[in-house]
């Protein structure tokens, strides 16, 4: 399921957590990992001293491979791991190599809780967020665990709108806790209004009924009230490592939803996975 894993790198220490998070994964899953480094094209604009410019170009270009050649190596021993770099906007680079690479999963780290508003304004998660086309990790909250963040009998939380892109988010959850024997949950928050629980509650079971046996949930919640607010106490009851949730089609990207899915990254308690 996870048969290669792009893990974009940038030498930061969050970046440094993300990829030791990815180890475990990848060695359980027998992925391979694709190490990118993507340099930006040079954009000085002052007059040519041509010489000097080619010279700083290659310069820093033999920094990023030596940075990449050298990057948690003792760590990643024994494992199927590819190290590149690339040039352009990152981005769209990053996302560009997942395809073409045939990547399962993209796995990048933020810059934190109190950065995740700037995603909105252009930065490079909130760009693969927005046209990658594969499931992305990610986390605003990366400490110093460098504990898997699934594994056998923790289970998977799997947050959905009960809209059209629920069952590729749901399908993906469940592959991925059979193959890691992990219990899949679904929850769904809605508004308190008796109608729209009624409601919730039908779609829920039509939504179960078209999946029928492609999918093994152990549960479904739903409830009312303040989204984050309910999915970190049922993360809590449930222990779960891991929440999956849907992603709106990049041609939708500028849609209201898109905020809620980088303020579920900001106040999730556990890594989120955008389908």
Request: net charge positive; proline share 6%; hydrophobic share 45%.
């Amino acid at each position: 399921m996870l048969d290669r894993i792009l893990v974009p790198v940038d030498f930061s220490e969050r970046c440094v957590v993300m990829t030791r998070r990815i180890i475990p994964l990848a060695r359980r899953f027998g992925s391979e990992i694709l190490l990118v480094h993507v340099v930006r094209p040079d954009t000085d604009t002052s007059p040519p001293d041509f010489g000097h410019r080619v010279t700083n170009r290659r310069d820093r270009r033999q920094d990023a491979w030596r940075l990449t050649y050298e990057f948690l190596r003792p760590e990643t021993s024994g494992l199927r791991v590819r190290r590149v770099v690339w040039e352009g906007d990152p981005a769209a680079r990053i996302v560009e190599g997942a395809e073409a690479e045939d990547c399962r999963l993209i796995a990048m780290a933020t810059h934190g809780a109190r950065a995740i508003p700037r995603l909105v304004a252009g930065s490079v998660t909130a760009a693969v967020l927005h046209t990658g086309n594969c499931p992305i990790l990610t986390t605003a909250h990366l400490g110093e665990d460098t504990e898997a963040p699934l594994g056998p009998a923790f289970p998977i939380l799997c947050a959905i709108d009960l809209g059209p892109g629920s069952t590729k988010a749901i399908q993906w959850a469940c592959q991925l806790g059979t193959a890691s024997s992990a219990p899949v949950f679904l929850l769904h928050v809605t508004s308190a209004a008796d109608y729209a629980m009624r409601e919730a509650e039908h779609k829920a079971e039509s939504l179960l009924r078209t999946l029928n046996k492609s999918a093994d949930i152990a549960g479904i919640f739903i409830e009312d009230g303040d989204l984050t607010s309910i999915m970190n106490a049922r993360l809590r009851r449930l222990q779960a490592r891991l929440l999956v949730i849907g992603r709106r089609s990049r041609k939708r990207s500028f849609h209201p939803l898109r905020c809620l899915t980088f303020k579920v990254v900001r106040e999730a308690l556990c890594p989120v996975v955008s389908v």
